[in-house]
């Protein structure tokens, strides 16, 4: 996957991480990846790790709006990602799976739509306990028998 380039993203993810930022969290990594995993934005505070993903548009198309672009396969991805980063972080605090959608004007580039959806899913399984490294880390691992 690649890095954001267009403008409208470059703003909807600068935009995002203000919003993550005035609600007390520290943006850690913009365009985290790992292998083919991605998360647009990381955050965190003392006692959570929060995956974002921002959703960016010009326009509604209709009465859709950009956060409700998030469909189950992007969230699957989105936990897989997540649970690559713990992994890889080593990190034992909770985790939340935001989606952010923002609307930038693209005469202006003005913002002129924001939502934050917190904790917008949840993982199907659930942690056991955070320093178990075989028990916490199984989200969306399990394997098809045939």
């Not at 960016?56 to 990602?81: H, Q």
């Not at 972080?89 to 005469?107: E, H, N, W």
């Given at each position: 996957?690649?890095?954001?380039?267009?403008?409208?993203?470059?703003?909807?993810?600068?935009?995002?991480?203000?919003?993550?930022?005035?609600?007390?969290?520290?943006?850690?990594?913009?365009?985290?990846?790992?292998?083919?995993?991605?998360?647009?934005?990381?955050?965190?505070?003392?006692?959570?790790?929060?995956?974002?993903?921002?959703?960016?548009?010009?326009?509604?198309?209709?009465?859709?709006?950009?956060?409700?672009?998030?469909?189950?396969?992007?969230?699957?991805?989105?936990?897989?990602?997540?649970?690559?980063f713990m992994r890889?972080?080593?990190?034992?605090?909770?985790?939340?799976?935001?989606?952010?959608?923002?609307?930038?004007?693209?005469?202006?580039?003005?913002v002129t739509y924001?939502a934050h959806l917190?904790?917008?899913?949840?993982?199907?399984?659930?942690?056991?306990?955070?320093?178990?490294?075989?028990?916490?880390?199984?989200?969306?691992?399990?394997?098809?028998?045939?």
């Open positions: 996957m690649a890095f954001v380039t267009d403008p409208i993203g470059i703003k909807g993810e600068e935009e995002a991480a203000k919003m993550l930022e005035k609600k007390g969290y520290k943006v850690i990594e913009h365009n985290w990846h790992l292998g083919h995993w991605e998360i647009d934005l990381i955050a965190e505070n003392k006692e959570e790790v929060v995956f974002a993903e921002v959703k960016a548009r010009t326009t509604t198309y209709g009465d859709i709006r950009p956060e409700e672009y998030v469909d189950e396969n992007k969230k699957k991805r989105m936990i897989l990602s997540g649970n690559a890889h972080s080593k990190s034992t605090k909770s985790l939340r799976f935001d989606i952010i959608g923002i609307l930038v004007d693209p005469a202006t580039m003005e924001r917190e904790n917008a899913f949840q993982p199907s399984t659930h942690v056991i306990t955070s320093g178990s490294h075989s028990a916490s880390w199984l989200w969306g691992h399990k394997k098809k028998r045939k």
